[in-house]
């Protein structure tokens, strides 16, 4: 009964999108305010319709309803709870669900807080964005529907793939697909701005806390998938250039463009017609990115759902929205007339070369991604693209992103003097360059690549420091640091945000160059040497856990007799799945984590044991908090909180005014 | 249904994750031999994985290869000579660094170009920014007047 009117509340949803995607457009374009103002209260009921569908399912799943056909081949009764609530969105049904909640709570979120917005120019990003929630319903009900029964309901389920049994990727979908689809928001802001026919600073100022906000979703998301990789796939790999990684990644690269280029728009009135271009194909993307992993048209390591009608289906919502978009901005763009005036050397003028770097670099992921499809189906030539190819061809434009980011982050808007910029900027010169120096000395193995990569992450790290510290103008130390406490949160935003781009890739530079790997054979009860530490197995035992058997060991690290760690890395069999899974087990540490994998027994009584030393890895981790915490701080910037009390003050077509 | 459980057991049984891939006993007593076939195996493709090196897959078709490719320095090819083996016998399939040669072209050399237009176009329109009149205060419309006499008697 609950999931009938789950189902039944999906399908009130969709037809309330309908009403929202033609109503408020056709009072927008008369100029009814009874019609626009349709759109506030659509959206809302549109939301919470969908929330208690997805709620349904929830329950369906807590409760193991087996007569539902999702509930048996996803979960199972003895999973955890916190896995059978992850197992919700563990499937394609499911996450398409989960998919659809998220756009209409962004478009819930943008009638609530939109308060600020011209009514025409909200009434018609409401039923944009409706008009995509549309198309995800109508993809839903047809082909993905979630609440289907079981003629003969089974007795318990079929578990959910032990690997997705982790905390880390229990929470990496959510957070992804926040970021997708609160890209949808950017996109109906910019093709309602094409219809409207008007960019403006105003909007500038509208799209990017939402863009910021999806950025910020997209880098946890990323990171969380990621770090899962690197603990659970058992050899500390974090990054694959798989096709679903390279899918949530483009996005990413063209959110954190499009988030620099409104910067433009609203302070400076310029980029208009390429920030919208950008809102366009940052979405277009997310659909591209869902495309590949839904449809498992590209079959990759993630790819666990796979079925052509729904590929093709998505290839239509795909083919509708970002053709049509970008037939309208063919039509309309010349509209868009630049009015800020800048020189060749300019706050400007980096954030364009920001803005080229990152949509190449994103294109050059795109062809590699769909390379092997393309050689097949044109050249019949069958081929592989993988990691060599992405760090060669991707590798450069973030080494000149990283050159040019301290300079380009402290320029002045409109004139700037390069060489006044370039002498702020040499201390952090000299800083990296001494640490590399120093890098280079004190390694055993003579490898440029390290010192070059610590090199850059010195640079950008205390290039950053060094942005804040020349916003606090000139002067005496104390009144220095009294203005440093009084700085707007966007400047602490930016300078985060940029310090944990430096972070990330002195992680990354240090991991790629100095990990220690040691790969043996070794009795129980035998200590061995691995790099500046001994490391133990001092048992192994069979152990039963809630829904697994594993084998596991206990092993001792000591750096001269002191223990270090005491770790116990597993080898599971999960019975239900028929799978075995690695659990490595790691001492997480500020320079270093160790990493212990358990392998198979050998013949002579030993078993194979595989110890990691990785320098500096939980720095590729602790980069993207920062930038994500960054993100947040801009997010919470005194103008945007203005606007939202502007809003709540009924301020029609008000400004928040920039603190510059 | 059952097609779809079949569908399903057939997807899980090739998700490669499992055990670590390089076993000790195959490791060569050689270190620089052995440096040597990693890096080679880094770049090789597991041919029934998805995405995965031979160097970081457990299945057993990979441990052949890796072993192949030992075997092959071990008798004293060079890192080309033993590519170029494995090219032979698999295909190109093999290769995760694709070849530079023919319609790869426009793979290797699509990133490069693009970036020389971007370069272009970005380059154009700053010269253009640089170039162009400041523009003359902007007039309010009449809409935008009265909103303006609405906040000043606030």
């Known amino acids: ?660 | 249904m059952i097609r779809r459980a079949v569908l399903a057991a057939a997807f899980l049984a090739l998700v490669p994750l499992v055990a670590p891939a390089v076993q000790p006993d195959e490791v060569l007593s050689d270190p620089v031999l052995e440096d040597r076939a990693r890096d080679l195996s880094k770049g090789l493709r597991c041919l029934v994985c998805r995405n995965e090196s031979i160097d970081d897959s457990n299945a057993d078709l990979a441990r052949d290869l890796r072993l192949l490719v030992r075997e092959r320095l071990v008798e004293g090819d060079s890192d080309d000579e033993v590519i170029d083996f494995v090219v032979d016998r698999y295909g190109e399939y093999v290769l995760l660094k694709p070849q530079t040669d023919g319609s790869n072209l426009v793979l290797w050399l699509a990133g490069p170009l693009m970036l020389l237009v971007g370069a272009g176009l970005g380059v154009v329109y700053i010269r253009r920014r640089n170039a162009a009149p400041e523009p003359a205060a902007q007039t309010l419309d009449a809409a935008e007047e009265k909103r303006l006499q609405e906040i000043l008697k606030e």
């Not at chain 1, 990054?239 to 483009?250: G, L, Q, T, Y």
């Open chain 1, 1 to 660: 009964m609950i999931a009938e009117l789950g189902h039944f509340a999906l399908i009130l949803a969709a037809m309330v999108a309908v009403v929202q995607a033609i109503v408020p457009m056709i009072g927008a374009h008369k100029g009814w305010d009874g019609w626009m103002a349709a759109a506030v209260p659509a959206a809302t009921t549109q939301f919470f319709l969908t929330a208690f569908s997805f709620s349904a399912l929830t329950y369906s799943f807590v409760v193991s309803d087996f007569s539902l056909r999702l509930v048996v081949e996803n979960s199972h009764s003895l999973k955890p709870m916190l896995y059978k609530v992850s197992g919700v969105w563990g499937n394609h049904e499911g996450s398409m669900l989960l998919w659809v909640l998220i756009l209409t709570l962004f478009g819930a979120c943008a009638a609530w807080f939109g308060g600020n917005l011209p009514p025409s120019l909200k009434a018609r990003v409401l039923a944009v964005q409706s008009s995509v929630a549309v198309a995800f319903f109508a993809f839903i009900l047809l082909t993905s529907n979630p609440f289907l029964r079981m003629g003969i309901p089974p007795m318990d389920g079929q578990d959910l793939n032990p690997l997705l049994q982790d905390p880390g990727l229990a929470f990496h979908p959510p957070f992804l697909y926040l970021g997708y689809v609160g890209l949808s928001l950017t996109f109906s802001f910019a093709v309602a701005a094409l219809i409207e026919g008007r960019v403006d600073a105003a909007w500038g100022g509208w799209v990017r806390p939402w863009t910021l906000a999806a950025w910020v979703f997209l880098t946890i998301g990323i990171a969380l998938g990621s770090w899962w990789a690197y603990y659970e796939l058992g050899w500390g790999g974090y990054w694959f250039w798989d096709p679903v990684e390279n899918a949530s990644f483009m996005p990413w690269l063209l959110a954190a463009a499009l988030l620099h280029s409104a910067i433009v728009v609203e302070k400076r009135e310029s980029l208009k017609s390429w920030t919208i271009l950008l809102a366009i194909l940052a979405f277009g993307f997310s659909l591209i990115g869902t495309f590949i992993v839904r449809s498992g048209v590209i079959t990759s390591v993630h790819a666990f759902a796979n079925d052509p009608e729904r590929g093709v289906f998505i290839l239509m919502i795909l083919a509708v929205f970002t053709g049509g978009a970008l037939t309208l901005f063919a039509a309309r763009a010349s509209a868009m007339q630049a009015k800020g005036v800048f020189g060749l050397v300019s706050r400007e003028s980096a954030l364009v070369a920001n803005n080229v770097l990152l949509a190449v670099s994103c294109f050059v992921v795109f062809i590699g991604t769909i390379w092997p499809l393309v050689a097949e189906l044109a050249f019949g030539r069958k081929l592989s693209v993988g990691a060599p190819f992405f760090d060669a061809a991707f590798t450069p434009f973030m080494v000149v992103l990283a050159i040019i980011l301290p300079i380009g982050a402290i320029l002045p808007w409109k004139r700037a003097k390069l060489n006044r910029a370039v002498k702020q900027v040499v201390p952090a010169a000299i800083l990296a360059f001494l640490i590399a120096a120093l890098a280079w000395t004190l390694q055993t193995e003579k490898t440029i690549l390290a010192p070059v990569g610590l090199a850059l992450g010195i640079w950008v790290v205390a290039g950053s420091a060094l942005d804040l510290w020349s916003r606090c103008g000139r002067g005496d130390m104390a009144s220095r640091l009294r203005r440093l406490t009084r700085l707007p949160r966007a400047d602490y935003g930016k300078a985060v945000a940029h310090f944990g781009l430096g972070v990330t890739m002195i992680g990354i530079s240090a991991m790629n160059a100095w990990q220690i790997e040691d790969i043996r054979v070794a009795q129980v009860g035998e200590r061995f040497e691995v790099g500046a530490y001994e490391i133990e197995l001092a048992s192994v035992d069979q152990v039963q856990g809630p829904n697994y058997y594993s084998t596991m060991a206990r092993m001792n690290a000591y750096r001269g007799d002191r223990l270090v760690a005491a770790l116990t890395p597993e080898k599971r069999v999960y019975p239900v799945a028929k799978m075995p899974t690695t659990e490595a087990d790691i001492d997480n540490g500020f320079l270093r984590d160790i990493y212990l994998v358990i392998g198979d027994a050998q013949d002579d009584g030993g078993w194979a044991v595989r110890t990691y030393i990785k320098p500096l890895a939980n720095w590729i981790w602790a980069g993207a908090i920062l930038m994500g915490v960054g993100g947040l701080l801009s997010l919470s910037d005194r103008r945007y909180r203005i606007a939202a009390g502007a809003a709540k003050a009924g301020g029609g077509g008000a400004r928040p005014v920039a603190a510059e």
